[in-house]
C-alpha cells in the first residue's frame, strides 16, 4: 500500500488556492496580479543636506552597485547575465534574503531621477520596487525606495507577517545608508511608510 496517499489531495489544494506555488514559467515578470492578499505600499526614505554628488548621480551608482548596497547577512545580490558595460534595462538580479528563498528581478526602466526592478516568477513577492531620488526645498534631495507588491502565495504572507518583513526594511534602509554614503551629504531626516488596501 502506498504510504502518504492523502498527501495528494492536499497538496493539490494548497497549489490551487495559492498557497503554495509551483515555480513555472521559469523568469518571466510578475506584477501585482500575479500575487495574492492585500496590495501592499512601502516607502522607505532617507532626506539629505549639503550632498557632494547629484540625486541621479547617486542613483546611478546605486544601480551599479546594487551588489553591494546592503550588509550580505541581510541580501545578497548578484547580477544574472554579465553583460559588458554598466547594468541597464533587462538585466536581470538574482536575490537571497534573510528568511526568504531564492528569487530574481530585472531592471524594467530606467530615467535620471528613478529606476525600477520588477519581479519575476518565483519571487516572494509580485510587483515591483523603484529607487527615486527627488529635491528638497533645502537645496538637498531625498532618497526613496518605493515598493508595490502583493505576497505571491499565502504562505510568504504569512513569511512576511511573521518577521520577514521586518527584515526586508532592515536591508531597504542599509541601501539607503549606503546612498547617503555615496551622496557625500548628511542626513537631516528619514522614515519608513506602509499601507495596505484589498
Known sequence: MIRGWWLAPLLWGAFRTKVLRFPTAGWTPTDERDGVGP????????????????????????????PSLTPPALGWFRRVRRTEGPTGVGDQFKILMLGSRRARVEVAFLAPDHFRLRTLKQHSESGWTEFRCSALSTGGYRLSILSQVRASSWLD??????????????TWEAALRRGLQLSGGRKVGHGTTTSERP
Open 39 to 66: 496590495l501592499t505600499r512601502r516607502d522607505y526614505w532617507i532626506d539629505l543636506a549639503a550632498p557632494q554628488r547629484s540625486g541621479p548621480e547617486v542613483l546611478q551608482l546605486m544601480l551599479q552597485q546594487l
Open 157 to 170: 504572507r504569512l513569511g512576511y507577517l511573521l518577521g520577514i518583513g521586518i527584515l526586508q526594511r532592515l
